[in-house]
């Protein structure tokens, strides 16, 4: 089998992903992007691993459609998991086609020589000779091959962000980078009468509309903004269209279509049964920066148009400006600049989509669009509601011998750019294209609305039925961990509901239904660090809740422990996390990720909800919209168990599920009481008590 | 325009002289005239923390701060804190995507600045206004309990 990794086969060129650079360094390019997860640092550290240079001898260059290669969005916590081996296997070659020009200046054998902090080796000492001297020599058009690559396994060299100090400093974000001649626009969805007059605007301020798109746009931002906020204020100003209750539960949703498993095992239908209803509400992304984006057309010569974008994905996002704005793709430069946090598909493509629009008015000039948080919450996608219902039949011990879960979700894949759910883009109707046909993210990219469907334990043949909501009150994308936080909550509880029917301890009833030793290892972990043995009794108003998932049954292993205490709310205590992820590239990453999980997690699972007020409003602020505060944060302990030695795994979603389902599940052992929604808040809690779950 | 509000601001130890638009924001002026984009746009409403700077010893939005009404006022950004702080932030790699650090620094500045040395509670007390997705908040609090020694 062959060890080049297939994105190095399909694009072999060893400098189209590290190039060396005539300053003795080498210059990397990732495809991937930073979103605020720290991939780029963690490329950054394997490539200069793989070189056997120190970090400060490779240069980073964010992600741009005319530099680097195409390696799609990041996302589904994949970016170490294949970028990183494509990296680590590129400084490979490279550091064996130096050794072989520093082996020929020696007149010695390879053998004798390496590299490591930017010096060659010779016999394990510093030679005299730096790789730096050897950059100038290497043949920029070398190709990858599997003889080039040595036995070290991926790793990468410690390091801090390498975007952090500049953030701190005060810039390094998109929202912060100056242009000559730049021209800023508020946009003015929600506009009354769109298509008339918005009356006097000040000096320097004009209305541009293209189709339906309505924007202030002038040179002082500080005076478009002002214009915008003015309009906003007034009376008549309907943000969006008014939105009730009965629109966001998925009861009585249109159905697309009703997939049922393939094979029906009847023949193991138990008259004994456990049936559950679970539910989660629409979600906010809620960044804490609003998107932005420039854009500027350039009136002759290549490219036509050039975009600044916080996006996930700088190719998807080109396709779907070329098509939109019926360019060659050649013809579309987009480059990555830094937003804030990113966990999904959230506004950066619309307003990008939005700066080329009106841009376009303005030739030559750069346009910069930045959303308002009322833009940001009410047009950004929101992570759909779903519905997941649970049925078992059990034999006399309360294990089950069928099982049937049913998934009903609206789309959790309309990103720009991919094939199913292009072109999606909030601007749409200025660009004249049409609501595209909704799909879901199919089951080979992990899915969407069935995304960890499948309980990770040895069960009867797993029946899973989908069913698709066509036509969701909102508009419905990607949200980190997409479906498989509703699918694990739900999974997770009736897990516990079955144990507590079964008179069996919940640890000691998942771990009976289990054979995978990293699985069985990572909840009997959580189960020590909690002091799981003495865990309070059921009722008291101080509950222990543990949840387990592989997220997608191919990234890390996880357990969750939760404590809450419930007097007149729940307060989250203390969470517990134990995480196989094989070998962890960057620790203090790796943390930040796990802890960063956690924390955005329980924010759901405790006070999230897109709910409209008694005028059908949608929330427009965070008054509307209440997180987690600093105060409210539980004190948390992380364990990583995995073996060095395993390949790593993706850690980014992992934790999303099992830590609102250990949540509800704590909730429900505090109360004896089955929790059946999200968010675990007073109604539900107070639904549940009367049964009413 | 002649009349526009003409005020003098001490900013990170600069004195500047700005002429200011009636209905301009402090973080309009920082971000706009004086090109200082640590203080960011988050909410527009004081409710987020992002846009957080220092105005004559207190930590205050920016984002609804008339700049015409600071007249004389003495203002530290994000950009002119406590050296300790961004060291620290660095140290403990406190901060996801940052959006929200620096408005945090601002805050934190406040309380180093005080003359008893600061507790975990004032430090607890002075993140409070300040939201962040990312779920950075443990590293955060590291941090700013490494600034602070305690």
């Known amino acids: 089998m062959s060890r080049l990794p297939q994105a190095l086969k399909e694009r072999p060129r060893l400098a189209d992903w590290i190039a060396p650079a005539s300053d003795g360094r080498f210059v990397v390019l990732p495809g991937k992007v930073e979103l605020g997860q720290g991939v780029v640092t963690a490329i950054w550290g394997i490539a200069a691993a793989a070189l056997g240079v120190s970090v400060d001898d490779v240069v980073l260059t964010p992600a741009a459609t005319d530099t680097s290669p195409d390696e799609g969005f990041t996302v589904g916590s994949l970016s170490i998991t294949t970028s990183g081996p494509v990296f680590f296997a590129v400084g490979q070659c490279w550091r064996s086609l130096m050794l072989r020009v520093a082996s020929e200046r020696f007149g010695c054998d390879r053998d004798r020589l390496d590299c490591a902090g930017g010096l060659v080796l010779r016999d394990g000492v510093d030679s005299g000779m730096r790789v730096a001297d050897l950059i100038v020599a290497l043949d920029r058009d070398a190709v990858a091959r599997e003889d080039l690559l040595d036995e070290r396994t991926m790793h990468g060299l410690p390091q801090g962000r390498v975007d952090l100090a500049g953030k701190l400093a005060g810039s390094g974000f998109l929202h912060d980078l100056t242009f000559d001649n730049l021209l800023h626009a508020r946009m003015l969805r929600g506009a009354p009468n769109p298509s008339g007059d918005v009356g006097p605007l000040p000096q320097g301020v004009t209305c541009c509309r293209v189709g339906d798109l309505v924007a202030l746009v002038g040179a002082d ?20 269209p008014e939105l009730h209750h009965a629109d966001l539960t998925l009861e009585a949703a249109d159905l697309l279509r009703t997939v049922p498993s393939a094979r029906v095992a009847e023949a193991a239908r138990s008259n004994l049964r456990h049936q559950a209803t679970f539910t989660r509400p629409w979600l906010l992304h809620g960044s804490i920066g609003p998107s932005c984006a420039v854009a500027r ?119 720009p750019g991919t094939p199913a759910g292009f072109p999606t883009l909030a601007g749409r109707e200025a660009l004249g294209q049409s609501e595209p046909e909704a799909s879901d993210l199919p089951l080979q990219m992990g899915g969407g609305g069935l995304r960890n469907a499948i309980a990770p334990y040895d069960l009867p043949e797993q029946q899973v039925v989908h069913e698709f909501v066509a036509a969701p009150a909102l508009r419905a994308s990607a949200m980190r961990g997409l479906g498989a936080h509703a699918n694990v909550f739900a999974i997770e509880r009736f897990m516990d509901e079955l144990a507590l029917r079964a008179e069996t301890d919940p640890l000691e009833y998942r771990l009976g239904l289990m054979s995978e030793a990293r699985g069985m290892a990572v909840l009997t972990r959580v189960a020590q660090m909690s002091g799981w043995g003495e865990r309070p009794a059921s009722g008291g108003g101080h509950g222990l809740g543990l949840a387990f998932s592989r997220y997608k049954l191919s990234a890390a292993w996880v357990a969750i422990a939760a404590e809450v205490q419930i007097e007149e709310d729940v307060r989250l205590t203390r969470v517990w996390a134990a995480v196989d992820a094989g070998r962890v590239i960057d620790p203090v990453g790796a943390r930040n990720q796990i802890e960063g999980g956690i924390v955005q997690s329980a924010s759901w699972a405790l006070m999230e909800q897109i709910v409209p007020d008694g005028l059908g409003r949608r929330p427009m602020a965070w008054a509307d919209y209440p997180i987690l505060r600093f105060s409210q944060l539980p004190q948390i302990s992380i364990d990583f168990t995995g073996d060095d030695m395993a390949p790593p795994l993706g850690i980014g979603e992992v934790c999303v599920g099992p830590v609102s389902a250990a949540i509800a599940n704590a909730c429900a052992h505090a109360l004896a009481v089955p929790v059946r929604r999200l968010p675990v808040d007073r109604d539900t809690l107070e639904r549940a008590l009367l049964s009413d779950t | 325009m002649n009349n526009a509000p003409q005020i003098r601001v001490l900013v990170n130890g600069t004195s500047r002289d700005l002429t200011v638009a009636a209905e301009e924001t402090l973080l309009q002026t920082l971000r706009g005239q004086l090109h200082l984009t640590g203080a960011k746009y988050g909410c527009g409403a004081e409710a987020c923390g992002a846009c957080m700077v220092v105005v004559n010893g207190a930590a205050i939005p920016a984002c609804t701060l008339r700049s015409a009404d600071l007249d004389g006022a003495i203002v530290v950004t994000p950009e002119g804190v406590d050296v300790r702080l961004p060291a620290a932030f660095v140290a403990e790699q406190a901060g996801q995507c940052a959006y929200c650090v620096p408005g945090i620094l601002a805050s934190l500045h406040v309380v180093m600045a005080r003359g008893a040395p600061p507790d975990r509670n004032a430090i607890l007390a002075a993140l409070e206004p300040h939201l962040c997705r990312c779920g950075a908040q443990p590293a955060i609090l590291r941090a700013a309990f490494r600034a602070a020694e305690v």
Request: charged content about 20%.
């Open chain 1, 297 to 415: 057309w350039h009136p002759e010569g290549a490219p036509t148009l050039e975009v600044w974008s916080h996006t996930q994905g700088v190719f998807p996002l080109r396709r779907s400006l070329a098509a939109a704005f019926d360019l060659d793709a050649r013809q579309v430069v987009v480059r990555h600049a830094m937003g804030a946090g990113c966990y999904g598909h959230n506004g950066a493509d619309d307003v990008a989509a939005d700066a080329a629009v009106l841009a376009r008015a303005y030739p030559g000039r750069p346009v910069r669009v930045q959303w308002s948080r009322a833009d940001e919450m009410l047009f950004a996608p929101a992570a759909p509601a779903m519905t997941v219902m649970l049925e078992a039949g059990l034999n006399d011990k309360g294990t089950p011998v069928d099982w049937t879960i049913t998934v009903r979700s609206p789309t959790h894949g309309s990103r």
């Open chain 1, 221 to 240: 931002e500080g005076a478009v903004a002002r214009a915008a906020e003015r309009l906003r204020a007034k009376p008549d100003w309907d943000p969006a």
